[in-house]
């Protein structure tokens, strides 16, 4: 299995370009989410979804779109670059537990710059 | 507001020694707790606890949880470079869904 992947792995955009970021995993979970990481913020929460076809705003959802027409495949589109979105994307996948939150399973990150 | 809150946010200790992190949280509808490591890359899982009192334990590291109090601590042993890191805390709320909030990390630094 190759878990979760990500790609770029490195992006710059100019302010106002649109792009998205690609996630995909192999181990038929569920639940897959988008985090962006700042220096001294910790992983904050953009999207995420229970299930192909359903998805949810986070904490810090402006300024993204997301989709999931597969269970495989959870893309994170930028609409209008800002310098504000510059930071680390992680994307994490986890099985549905009906215990609750469990383990989530990272992917390698994109680092994104905005000029 | 629901937040996680990390002390120390960094730590320089010496090969050998023993350290605890600490992870208090004030979280609507609480439903577990997992702690982290991050090297420079993707957070890669240590432990989850949901329930208070039962010792996690993983070599020299170490979790429990105190869900009265609300906090967690992680204990590592006999500390060597290879555990300099940041250490995050996330609790996971609501449903079967997977939300977590995480702390800001605590930076470890083990120096030989």
């Known amino acids: 299995n190759a878990g979760v992947t990500q790609t770029p792995k490195f992006q710059v955009l100019k302010t106002g370009q649109s792009m998205t970021l690609q996630c995909a995993q192999d181990?038929?979970?569920?639940?897959m989410s988008w985090y962006r990481q700042d220096p001294g913020m910790g992983l904050r929460l953009i999207h995420y979804?229970?299930?192909?076809?359903?998805?949810d705003q986070g904490e810090v959802p402006n300024g993204y779109n997301v989709s999931r027409s597969t269970t495989e495949d959870f893309p994170l589109r930028l609409l209008s670059a800002a310098p504000s979105q510059t930071s680390v994307y992680f994307c994490?996948?986890?099985?549905?537990?009906?215990?609750?939150?469990?383990?989530?399973?990272f992917g390698p990150g994109t680092r994104l710059t905005v000029t | 507001e629901d937040k996680v809150v990390q002390s120390p946010l960094s730590l320089v200790v010496h090969e050998g020694d023993t350290v605890t992190l600490n992870c208090s949280y004030e979280?609507?509808?609480?439903?577990?707790l997992l702690w982290y490591k991050q090297e420079k890359k993707a957070p890669t899982f240590l432990f989850m606890l949901?329930?208070?009192?039962i010792e996690k334990k993983s070599g020299r590291l170490s979790s429990i949880l105190d869900k009265k109090e609300l906090f967690s601590i992680l204990n590592i042993t006999a500390t060597q470079t290879g555990d300099s890191a940041v250490y995050l805390c996330?609790?996971?709320?609501?449903?079967?869904?997977?939300?977590?909030?995480f702390g800001k990390g605590t930076k470890l630094s083990v120096k030989p």
């Open positions: 996330a609790v996971g709320y609501g449903g079967s869904q997977g939300n977590l909030i």
């Open positions: 994490a996948s986890s099985p549905s537990l009906a215990g609750g939150p469990g383990e989530q399973y």
């Open positions: 979804s229970v299930g192909a076809g359903i998805t």
């Open positions: 979280v609507t509808n609480f439903r577990s």
């Open positions: 949901t329930s208070s009192g």
């Open positions: 181990m038929n979970h569920e639940y």
